[in-house]
């Protein structure tokens, strides 16, 4: 649904966006991280055709952003990272403004602002000012704006910034909302837990350069060169650890804590084989698992050294 290839963009002598190459499929939720400044906001821009690239394009639903900025506009709901200034308007006319930039057709519109008041949760504010609404409120009302002419993609650009901690949690609800909704979303931050069990993709991006991206599961799994178990035994932990690490689909293995960490590299979905392996010899397991690692943890290690 979105393809970026190679995607450029210099202010001056900065590189801001360098040589970006990120596919984004139809139904993602894609979690694009990174710390302020690494070029979050320049890319989205692009990709809202709101920012010319230096180099490089995108495809937004099979259309140019250079080429055909029309058809990307069309498909694309772009929240930005700041609110912008209507403030003497009510929040019915707000979004009627601009599904009428969107160009729906008038009789359609009360019953899509009708439809996005209620996703948003804003149904009651309908005759208020804009400027009567609260900092969170805003940022809903934003989002009900993206939402206004059903676009298939959403760009939303640090959609909980700057609230506070109820607010952030109302947004994030929104936000899962709309995951249902098969939308593909495509959603900054700077901060790391907001996305987590929100996004099934995440890119890492720092100084404008791609770090990683994947499934949360992929980039795991390649950070910590496979799949990480956890072995509890009733008895002969020491033993148990020294037979797992001989297996031919266990890379590593150590022992502590009462508990075996062992690497698995052999064949996805076989990691059951390593079980029967220790039940067949005869050990008793307590306990078997797979190691989830937090987005955090796969934050932290694929940025490591990068940046200051
Ligand atoms: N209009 C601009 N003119 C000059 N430099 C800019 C401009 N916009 C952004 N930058 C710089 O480009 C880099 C990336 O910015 P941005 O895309 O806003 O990052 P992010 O959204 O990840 O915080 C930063 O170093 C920023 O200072
Ligand atoms: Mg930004």
Known sequence: MIEIRGLTKRYGKLTAVDNLWL????GDALGFI????????TTIRMLATLLAPDAGTAR???????????GVRAMVGYMPDFFGVYDDM??????????AAHRVPRSQRPRLIGDVLELT???????????????GMKQRLCLAKTLVHDPEVLLLDEPASGLDPRARMEVRELLRELCK????????????????????????????RLVTAGSVDEISAQLQGGTRLVVELCE???????????????????EGDGRIEAVYQGP???????????????????????EEIDLETIYVRSTQGLGS
């Open 23 to 26: 596919t984004v499929e139809r």
């Open 34 to 41: 990174g710390p302020n400044g690494a070029g979050k906001t």
């Open 90 to 99: 009510m929040v019915w006319e707000y979004l009627d403004f601009f599904a």
């Open 60 to 70: 937004v639903g099979g259309h140019d952003i250079r080429k055909e900025p029309a």
């Open 268 to 290: 996805e979905g076989d990691e059951h084989e390593v079980l029967r392996a220790l039940v067949l010899e005869g050990f008793k397991v307590r306990g078997f698992r797979e």
């Open 181 to 208: 909704l098969e939308k593909t979303l495509l959603i900054s931050s700077h901060i790391l837990p907001e996305l987590a069990g929100l996004c099934n993709k995440i890119a890492i991006i720092e100084e404008g």
């Open 121 to 135: 949760d804003l149904g009651s504010r309908r005759d208020e000012s804009v400027n009567s609404l609260s900092r």
């Open 236 to 254: 002969r932990s020491a033993e148990a650890c020294e037979f797992l690490a001989a297996l031919e689909s266990v890379a590593s293995a150590v």
